[in-house]
């Protein structure tokens, strides 16, 4: 549930945008993980799902699902009616669900455009991360070791010797990758190659030891690494891994996942500590996500040489919450199951709200637009109307002013009606939401501590008088508040509350 409100709520209304401007075969990818995290994750009591589905050619449908039938019979929109669509849908968050280049950078700078709130790596952020080699310039500068290596345009020929690695340097899945042990494989190798780009990267070949993914998620300030996911390679049959390790399609023209087979890649056991690469993966995906700007989660891949050495390859920075997604898996073996998991990045990301609004005043208010001239003469009827009407009106009416951050308008209506009506516990709970949005805290205290005191499970005035005291710097006073709220709702972003003053309070005791 999305608080729009005190003691008001109403299902998260979360966006999955699908699809491909690209081609089918990027499309059908985004559909397989897409689909699948709607399935997995569906919460119809706390959450709504929606799809936006882009199709090659860059047009638009809002199915109410994605299984074909569906596509096929949602209307045709240009760029300019989604648009219109999206503004009348008004998500809470968006989840991005594209993989194709303009997927992962052009459409998530549209949504963060339209000041839609968004799970994930921001659009500058998967804009470096598709350019294999700027991304390995920008962690290697923060001193994660990474293979010799060079960039070249077509007609140029590399200076490093054989082995070394080719690929595209802003290809996927491994596509146009070419392990090159000796000269006579060159020529191919980079023909290849610049056929899926304009550039391409030559890497010097590093000895196989083993190869991994880590995985890191961020926790407050905190970032947290997942037990690792090891490659089925070996020196002789699987030095390195290709394009046919991580997709295939079904005798249906179905994609599958062949990477998420046991046969191809497992989790490392998270209860081994004496295994010797962890730590130092751990280290360098940690300054890797540090250096790249990632946000929310990241996912890189490692080789690791024979004397243990852990060596950058690649990032991978995004996750569609499906089964199969290498985030969920590692969470999994971490003890998070993907609802946990998805819940969190949802409320992460609805907690960052539109612009700079602050998210405890709840969704409403982010969407809602500030009141300017032209709606100062609807203010003025509706304080008449209230006047007229009486504490029902009154409420619909101060609410409606609030969602609009119009505290002190909303305050001339609540004050008479609750002249009329003193105990109105919901005219009480929108005088101390209107007290906090003008930072009045010590009115805004006396008025929720009242309210707890008559309700103790009073789940939105407990919450909201433990983060006013914390606005107060009253730390040791507002933990128990929080906490409380945390067990009563069983809310994830509570949670968190609680967590980030817990840190706070140690925090002072450390520097006192």
């Known amino acids: ?44 009591a706390h959450r709504s799902d929606h799809v936006a589905w882009v199709e090659p050619g860059g047009t638009w449908r809002f199915p109410a699902d994605l299984s074909r039938e569906a596509l096929a019979g949602a209307p045709v929109l240009t760029l300019a009616q989604a648009l219109v669509r999206l503004e009348e849908l008004a998500p809470d968050v968006v989840v991005p669900q594209m993989f194709c280049r303009p997927g992962m950078t052009t459409y998530r700078a549209l949504v963060e455009l339209l000041g839609l709130p968004m799970v994930g790596n921001p659009a500058e952020v998967m804009a470096l991360a598709t350019d294999k080699a700027r991304t390995r310039a920008v962690v290697a500068a923060a001193g994660v070791a990474v293979p010799d290596g060079e960039v070249l345009r077509p007609g140029e020929r590399p200076t490093l010797l054989p082995p070394v690695v080719v690929k595209p340097v802003d290809a996927d899945n491994s596509d146009g990758v070419s392990l090159v042990r ?41 970032l947290v690494c997942l037990p690792l996911e090891e490659y089925a390679v070996d020196e002789v ?37 004496a295994d010797p690469v962890v730590a130092g993966v751990h280290a360098a995906a940690r300054a ?119 505290p002190a308008e909303a ?38 501590r009242g309210l707890v005191e008559d309700t103790p499970d009073d789940l939105w005035s407990r919450h909201a008088l433990g983060r006013v005291l914390e606005r107060q710097s009253r730390f040791q006073e507002a933990l128990p508040h929080l906490r409380l709220a945390a067990v009563m709702s069983g809310d994830l972003e509570r949670e968190v509350d609680a967590l980030r003053v817990e840190r706070l309070i140690m925090t002072s005791r450390e520097n006192d």
């Open 1 to 44: 549930m999305t608080e729009v409100g005190p003691g008001v709520e109403r299902p998260l209304r979360v966006l999955h945008l699908v699809g491909s401007a690209v081609d089918d075969f990027h499309a059908d990818l985004s559909r397989l993980y897409a689909g699948d995290c709607l399935r997995s994750t569906a919460d119809p």
């Open 288 to 406: 890797a996500h540090r250096a790249l700007g990632c946000r929310d989660y990241s996912l890189f891949d490692f080789r690791i040489d024979p004397d243990g050495g852990v060596w950058f390859l690649e990032a991978g920075l995004y996750c569609s919450f499906a089964r199969q997604s290498v985030v969920p898996t590692m969470a999994e073996a971490a003890g998070i199951a993907l609802r946990d998991l998805f819940r969190a990045a949802l409320a992460g990301a609805a907690g960052r709200g539109r612009g700079t609004v602050p998210p405890e005043w709840g969704a409403s208010a982010r969407r809602s637009p500030a009141m300017g001239t032209s709606d100062f003469d609807l203010t003025l009827q509706a304080l008449g109307a209230a006047r007229r009407n009486g504490p029902e009106s009154a409420y619909r009416t101060a609410y409606d002013l609030l969602a609009q951050r119009s």
């Open 411 to 448: 305050l001339e209506v609540i004050e008479p009606a609750l002249e009329q009506d003193p105990r109105n516990t919901g005219l009480r709970s929108l005088r101390a939401w209107a007290f906090m949005m003008r930072a009045q805290l010590h009115k805004a205290e006396a008025e929720l």
């Open 237 to 273: 049959t699987k030095p390195v891994r290709l394009a046919d390790d991580k997709l295939r399609r079904d005798p249906d023209g179905e994609l599958a996942l062949v990477a998420k087979s046991v046969t191809h890649a497992w989790i490392v056991d998270p209860a081994d500590p």
């Open 182 to 222: 000796s000269e006579a494989e060159l020529a191919g190798a980079l023909e290849a190659a610049f056929r899926l780009g304009r550039e391409v990267l030559v890497e010097a070949y590093v000895p196989l030891g083993r190869e991994v993914r880590c995985g890191v998620l961020e926790r407050g300030e905190e």
